[in-house]
């Protein structure tokens, strides 16, 4: 039995929004309090979706993003990227909204993984190729990434039988409609080649590029 019933979560909100961001935090929470972690363990995730659209900003809310926070012996979560939680060694993450947001929303353990970071990687490289400049998105991470078996281990438990951080966090998620109508790989990453030049124009202006 896994601390999170899959069965029970409902669709709260889209990729980067307020309700969706509290939700998946508070899952996450739950999952690492009954996973006794050890007394002095500190550990922070942070996930910051830059050039998000304006509705995810409303009622003056300065980011969209979730955090999760594991401090003097307390865990703890919810919306935003607080500078407390980017202060310690942790997995923290900042990536243009358009280029994740829709593929965050499939199910998918670890060959499933791996067919969603080759759909990004060809996304990036299509993109790359019709701006005609490398790292075109061009976010930097805060910090190395630190991701010790302490917090992946029970985060990421039954994600091969569609449990899972990332799959909760997916069940969650309402669809947002700048994707309803794009071509997308099995993995829901935008394909960027099979668009067409209407679509890869609102693409590009949806990334901010």
Request: glycine share 10%; hydrophobic share 40%; charged share 25%.
């Amino acid at each position: 039995m896994f601390v999170i019933d899959m069965a029970s979560l409902e669709k709260v909100g889209e990729f980067g929004s307020k309700a969706w961001g509290e939700a998946c935090a508070a899952a996450a929470v739950r999952i690492l309090e009954a996973a006794d972690l050890p007394q002095n363990f500190e550990w922070a995730f942070t996930e910051c979706y830059t050039h998000p659209p304006a509705r995810l900003l409303e009622g003056d809310r300065e980011k969209a993003g979730y955090y999760i926070m594991v401090k003097d012996g307390t865990i703890s979560g919810g919306d935003g990227e607080p500078e407390e939680a980017l202060a310690i060694r942790g997995f923290h993450i900042r990536a243009r909204w358009a280029a994740i947001c829709n593929q965050s929303g499939a199910f998918y353990g670890r060959e499933g993984f791996g067919k969603r970071r080759e759909g990004e990687a060809a996304l990036r490289a299509a993109i790359e190729k019709h701006v005609g400049r490398k790292d075109p998105y061009g976010e930097a991470m805060p910090s190395p990434f630190y991701w010790p078996d302490t917090v992946s281990t029970p985060l990421m438990a039954g994600s091969e039988v569609g449990n899972g951080l990332h799959n909760i966090a997916a069940a969650m998620q309402i669809p947002s409609p700048e994707f309803a109508d794009l071509p997308v790989t099995e993995m829901l990453v935008p394909d960027f080649e099979r668009m067409t030049d209407a679509q890869k124009a609102d693409f590009i202006k949806l990334l901010r590029l």
